[in-house]
């Protein structure tokens, strides 16, 4: 009967007062050839398990479409986006579980920031949608020098030859 009569005074469906939660940080790399309506899908997708979960989705970043420090999955390229959350350590295991069952996820790594949050207090921040690196295209192919010929390195020298002096005629 308690219950009944606290919940009647709530407003808006809000994590109950003094509930605490962990803050994590997820990181993951998308496929860097994906539209931006397939990005902004599985971004909704993964807000829906956090909050599916009790969790509360306090920010997502895209940081646009960046090189990565080695080839992950055959790319040189991805989409970094960042999610940072208030959940459990079951709702992680889902949300992971998720990305890991995404073809488009290239790599993902979560992170503990804070242990008691209150998620009453936690604001939540607007999303962010940075350009990432221009594209730089790739260099083009050298074209092979013919075998045996001279190279020179640096400009040409023609005060060079007369410091020598002519070569002498053989005889």
């Known amino acids: 009967m308690q219950q009944a009569e606290t919940h009647a005074g709530g407003g808006a469906a809000q ?12 990181i993951f790399l998308l496929r860097p050839d994906l539209a931006e309506d397939l990005v902004d899908k599985i971004v909704e997708r993964l807000r829906g398990i956090v909050q599916r979960e009790g969790g509360k989705v306090i920010k997502v970043e895209n940081w646009g479409k960046k090189k990565v420090a080695y080839e992950v999955k055959k790319h040189l390229r991805a989409i970094y986006i960042r999610f940072v ?9 889902e ?8 073809d488009d996820v290239l790599k993902y790594q979560s992170v503990k920031l804070a242990d008691d949050v209150d998620a009453a207090t936690r604001q939540v921040e607007p999303d ?3 350009p990432g690196d221009p594209e730089v295209p790739e260099r083009a192919a050298r ?6 010929e ?5 400009r040409e020298r023609p005060e060079a030859e007369a410091e020598i002096g002519p070569e002498p005629e053989p005889e």
């Open 15 to 26: 994590p109950a007062p003094g509930t605490r939660l962990r803050e994590y940080e997820t």
């Open 85 to 93: 959350y208030l959940g459990n350590t079951h709702m992680v295991a």
């Open 95 to 102: 949300f992971e579980r998720n990305l890991r069952m995404t």
């Open 128 to 130: 962010v949608k940075l």
């Open 143 to 148: 074209e092979p020098e013919p075998f045996g």
């Open 150 to 154: 001279e190279r020179s390195f640096g």
